[in-house]
């Protein structure tokens, strides 16, 4: 029998997991404080770009097990389980800001009319789950409801592929009680064998913040490595390639490219530093990784300017603007960095993205030029810059770009084209870590 589940939060990480999880037969609501956002998803639209989420969605409505609402306290009343699923970006300081989490508490405390289950989605600091639970029994003065940390690890474009199949469920726990029905919530996964890791609540939230910390450095380390490979003219797809055969090693997330963006990695590994702080414990080796993905972003930029001479007056066609491929989301994409840094040297900028035009609009207005085609924003461009790894650009018929292109270079900070087969066409072409 599915439990009966609430979902605080509509955001990629509350949508996909209420989704997910009426698709494992339970019953789900999911709610929002935003109107518009319950009103676009009762009526079958979903507020953001994520593959194959609308057709399970679509199914799940349809088969009476998921529904939208903004009615927060019926929503609480009427589940066991309570997921909170709602953003925690970063506030000035890097710290992560938790007053939705905060809201999302109170509207629990209000209404607790029988056990719950409090479950944490949402990427908070450690101690923040033990915090939720003082908070509520200060507020409803009950004690009758458990918390649990259940950190996502989505990524994003993919993320209802590692709903379905995650590489393991993390689940901080202190009663057995909790532990058992989160087992049945999750009971589809349990039945296929997906590794659980059970453990207290610190741990399960420290998880989360090594995991990307970690993944960060990972991606960080192999820049640095390209950068260096550009300097002695070695090749760094061979180097991850043999560094990646080392099992210890693993190949994943040896891509250099014009650094990590997103809502996680920025996010996490400075709250990271800030809880460190918090607690004394210097983490240096992240502080670094920030550090040096700041760099190589506008190393990008530097790039550019030696390969045009100067920016100045120059146009400059941009190809992606997301964060990475598959998503509309430009939350912290290098590409914000990047754009930012030519205007400010004096470049005109034309731009297409197939997903991520109305979020750029949102930024940069019309201090760029949007096109809803590759081509056009590469027409009479001095140089031609891949700022985001989009499957349309690989095939992108490079004839057609050099006789639309006023210029012949290209700056293609994901490597997507082949560099010899790209100069034979008359570029002067330059990626990142190979000749
Ligand atoms: C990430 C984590 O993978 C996920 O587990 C977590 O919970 C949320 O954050 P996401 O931000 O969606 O997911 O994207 P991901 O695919 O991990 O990429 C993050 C950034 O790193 C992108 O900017 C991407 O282009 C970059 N990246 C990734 C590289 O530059 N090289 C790589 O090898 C991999």
């Not at 339970?26 to 194959?52: F, S, T």
């Not at 610190?202 to 990307?212: M, Q, R, W």
């Not at 070695?234 to 210890?248: E, L, P, T």
């Not at 760099?295 to 045009?308: D, N, Y």
């Amino acid at each position: 029998m599915g439990k009966k589940i609430a979902v605080i939060g509509t955001g990629y990480v509350g949508l996909v997991t209420g989704v997910g999880l009426a698709d494992f037969g339970n019953k789900v609501i999911c709610v929002d404080i935003d109107r518009a956002k319950i009103n676009m998803l009762n009526h079958g639209q979903i507020p953001i770009y994520e593959p194959g989420l609308k057709e399970i969605m679509d199914k799940n409505v349809r088969e009476g097990r998921l529904s939208f609402s903004t009615d927060i306290a019926n929503a609480i009343q009427r589940s066991e389980v309570i997921f909170i699923g709602v953003g925690t970006p970063p506030k000035e300081n890097g710290e992560a800001d938790l007053s939705y989490v905060e809201s999302a508490v109170e509207s629990i405390a209000e209404n607790l009319n029988d056990y719950k289950v409090i479950v944490t989605k949402s990427t908070v600091p450690i101690g923040t789950n033990r915090w939720i639970k003082e908070k509520i029994i200060e507020k409803s003065g009950k004690t009758n409801f458990n918390v649990i940390s259940n950190p996502e690890f989505l990524r994003e474009g993919k993320a209802v592929h590692d709903f379905f199949h995650p590489d393991r469920v993390v689940i901080g726990y202190e009663s057995e009680k909790a532990k058992e029905i989160m087992k049945d919530v999750y009971r589809s996964l349990y039945l296929i064998e997906t590794p659980f890791v059970f453990c207290n609540l610190e741990t399960a939230e420290l998880i989360k913040y090594a995991s990307n910390a970690f993944l960060a450095t990972k991606i960080t380390f192999i820049n640095q490595i390209a950068n260096l490979c550009e300097a002695v003219g070695a090749d760094v797809h061979v180097v991850a390639k043999a560094m990646g055969m080392d099992g210890r090693i693993s190949p994943k997330f040896l891509h250099p490219g014009p650094g990590y963006g997103g809502s996680c990695f920025p996010k996490d590994t400075k709250a990271l530093v800030q809880i460190g702080k918090r607690y004394g414990v210097e983490m240096s080796l992240v502080n670094e990784v920030i550090r040096a993905n700041e760099e190589q972003k506008k190393r990008m930029v530097i790039k550019l300017e030696r390969m045009l001479g100067n920016l100045k007056g120059k146009t400059i066609g941009i190809l992606g603007l997301a964060f990475k491929a598959g998503t509309d989301d430009m939350r912290e994409s290098p590409a914000i960095v990047i754009i930012n840094e030519l205007l400010k040297k004096g470049a005109k900028i034309k731009v297409h993205d197939p997903q991520a035009e109305e979020n750029a609009r949102k930024i940069f207005g019309d201090l760029i030029e949007h096109h809803d085609n590759e081509y056009k924003a590469m027409k009479d461009a001095d140089a031609l810059v891949i700022l985001t790894e989009w499957n349309q650009y690989r095939s992108l018929d490079l004839e057609i770009a050099s006789k639309l292109m006023k210029g012949n270079i290209i700056l293609d900070t994901r490597n997507i084209f082949d560099p010899l087969k790209t100069r034979e066409l008359g570029f002067v072409y330059e990626g990142v870590g190979r000749k």
